[in-house]
């Protein structure tokens, strides 16, 4: 039986009363389901798939030519779009959706037109006491525009450089050795697994939660970040490879839940909120462990290109971390070097 592979087609899973689960498919994103002549459901082995697939784009092009939805639709069948994991693509759901309803009739023309970036700018700021779901939009909208730019679709994106409402402080956001112990008193094993896998390689929560065994060879961890698509290589520091060794491998992935399942990204936020709050350990975050995980390499003398090719950190965000997030860990680093100094005086003869 061969299966069709349409770049765009989205697929959602429903169960049915019986119990047993059916698949959808449909022609993009939040677009029609493939349906047949008869109105049945296609699916991808059907000979009708590949031509309602066409029809519903042809349609969507013909109805919406030369506007907003129209490049809304674009973006979505770009590689910008569909390279990025689900959890990204269905974050950019929920704002093209909403900019779709709102300025989806737009010709281009008007999109182009400098006093739109005013509009614009008046449609995020209605959602100025959510900042962050602000910057969302914005950031959606500005990447839709930019797309089309880029295909020569538009010359101009009026949405470039728009600015942030949302400026999260994480200054001195660091798992100190108190905080890190509290966890460990009250965590389960996997909760355990978890953080000292972040501890150690400061990768982010979604990335280790899909690591698998096999990217683990004993010696090495290799992650596929999925915010970047960067791979990094990471060798497993001594007490780590001692904990991975000992592990038992309940499943296809490293971290498990205690029935030895693959955790869900909710399931695993609400039970590492609880043994958070078992800890009393209040205002850090999972992700903090990443940024704390930079602070330990620094303090151990790490380079920040040592640094950044562990957690896979750019150079400048190395730095930026250390200098403007986390600064728990400057005073450490100022005595080191202050050390170092001294040192280097008592250890140079007096001039004559």
Same mark, same amino acid.
């Given at each position: 039986m061969?299966r !069709? @592979?349409?770049?765009?087609?989205a697929k959602?899973?429903?169960?049915? /009363?019986d119990?047993s689960i ?17 109105g049945?459901?296609l ?6 798939f590949?031509v ?6 042809k349609?969507a092009?013909?109805?919406?030519t ?16 569909t390279?990025k ?13 909403d !900019? ?10 008007? !999109? $182009?037109? $400098? ?10 700021d209605?959602?100025?006491?959510h ?7 914005w950031?959606?909208?500005?990447r839709?525009?930019s797309v ?8 101009v ?5 728009g ?5 999260a402080?994480?200054s ?7 905080? !890190?112990? %509290?966890m460990? /008193? ?7 697994? /978890?953080?000292?896998?972040?501890l150690?390689?400061?990768q982010? $929560?979604?990335d ?5 065994w096999? /990217? ?8 596929r970040q999925g915010?970047? +698509?960067?791979?990094v ?5 001594a007490?780590?490879r001692? #904990? ?11 971290l498990?839940n205690?029935r030895?399942q693959?955790?869900t990204?909710?399931g695993?936020? %609400?039970t590492?909120?609880k043994t ?7 205002g ?6 990443? +940024? ?5 390499l620094?303090?151990a ?7 950044? @090719? #562990?957690t896979?950190? %750019?150079?400048?965000?190395v730095?930026? #971390?250390?200098? %403007?997030?986390?600064?728990g ?6 005595e ?17």
């Open positions: 061969t !069709i @592979s349409l770049k765009g087609v959602v899973r429903s169960k049915l /009363a119990g059916k698949e959808y498919y449909y022609a993009w994103r939040g677009g029609p389901l493939l349906r047949g002549a008869d049945r459901a699916l991808p082995h059907e000979p009708e590949a309602a697939f066409a029809e519903a784009h349609k092009a013909f109805s919406h030369g506007t907003m939805s129209a490049i809304i639709r674009e973006f979505q069948m770009s590689s910008e779009y390279s994991s689900d959890k990204t693509k269905r974050a950019y759901d929920r704002y093209l959706k !900019i779709d309803k709102k300025f989806g009739t737009l010709p281009l023309e008007t !999109i $182009q037109d $400098q006093r739109m970036r005013g509009k614009f700018k008046a449609w995020r209605t959602m100025a006491d900042p962050r779901t602000a910057d969302y939009a950031t959606t909208l500005a839709v525009l089309a730019k880029d295909r020569g679709r538009i010359a994106n009026v949405c470039e450089r600015g942030r409402l949302y400026a402080d994480r001195e956001k660091i798992w100190e050795e108190a905080h !890190i112990a %509290a460990l /008193a009250v965590a389960t094993p996997e909760v355990r697994m /978890a953080l000292l896998l972040a150690w390689t400061g982010r $929560q979604g280790l939660l899909r690591a698998p096999s /990217a683990y060879d004993g010696k090495t961890l290799k992650v915010k970047t +698509g960067a791979r290589v990471i060798p497993v520091g007490p780590l001692l #904990i991975l060794n000992g592990a038992p491998t309940r499943s296809t992935t490293i498990t205690t030895g693959a955790w990204e909710d695993f936020r %609400a590492w909120g958070c709050k078992r800890a009393g350990v209040e850090l975050t999972f992700h903090d462990l990443r +940024g704390t995980a930079v602070t330990r620094a303090l003398g790490c380079s920040s290109s040592q640094i950044g @090719s #562990i896979g950190h %750019a150079l400048k965000d730095d930026a #971390i250390l200098d %403007a997030h986390y600064l860990g400057k005073i450490q680093l100022a080191q070097a202050m050390q170092k100094l001294e040192k280097h005086i008592d250890g140079t003869p007096p001039a004559k």
